[in-house]
């Protein structure tokens, strides 16, 4: 009896040394599993921030690339050396109108219609610029374009290098500087028609 006694002391000893590891086993288990989510949601919170910094960083530099492109845009808005030369037309016209004068007898009146139309044609001008900026209602360019061919030209170059209004648009500029040249044509004629006895009554009493 005290064998049999014995024995089951030592059978006992055996099965809880083994219950306990093997508990050690199932917790040292659990905590791998529940360990291994942790690294990965630590993983893909990691990834998050890099992607979020990757993205602001692409973002940052596309806006900085658009304002650089806006700076680029502004500034050839003035018209650089092609509106430094285009002031040659108005000492060419002073020339030419001196030359009416001293020559060819020209009244006083053709002085005051330019100064007057040059005046209407830069508040145009003015007016649409401050339109443009507030996405308003924009003056036609057929408008303005009569308006140099009507004597205010010279206004109107003024306003287009003064404000940095309608430098940039080919079309716009070919159709202004056609009308230059036309009104200037037509000044010359009538200076030689006067020359020639012929005033602006007699033309009007003609038609």
């Known amino acids: 009896m005290a064998a049999a006694g014995k024995e089951g002391r030592e059978g006992g000893k055996t099965k809880a040394a083994a219950a306990g590891a ?23 919170g990691d990834g998050a921030s890099r992607g979020g910094a ?13 304002v650089k492109r806006g700076g680029r845009a502004d ?61 308003r209602w924009r003056t036609p360019e057929s408008t303005l374009l009569l308006l140099g061919l009507a004597c205010g030209w010279p206004g109107a170059l003024l306003a287009q290098q003064w404000l940095r209004h309608k430098t940039v648009k080919t079309s ?16 010359a004629a009538y200076a030689r028609l006067q020359a020639g006895g012929v005033s602006l009554g007699r033309l009007l009493a003609l038609q």
């Open 22 to 44: 093997s508990g050690r086993g199932k917790a040292a288990g659990g905590s791998s599993v529940r360990a291994a989510p942790a690294r990965g949601s630590a993983g893909k």
């Open 54 to 66: 990757k993205t602001a960083g692409r973002g940052a530099a596309a806006k900085g690339d658009f």
């Open 75 to 135: 500034a050839g808005q003035g018209g650089g050396a092609s509106g430094a030369w285009s002031y040659l037309a108005l000492p060419v016209f002073a020339l030419l109108y001196l030359v009416a004068v001293l020559k060819w007898k020209l009244d006083q009146w053709p002085a005051a219609v330019y100064g007057v139309a040059s005046v209407l044609a830069f508040i145009f001008y003015a007016i649409d610029k401050s339109a443009a900026r507030s996405e």
């Open 172 to 187: 716009f500029q070919l159709m202004f500087w056609a009308t230059v040249l036309l009104n200037m044509a037509a000044f």
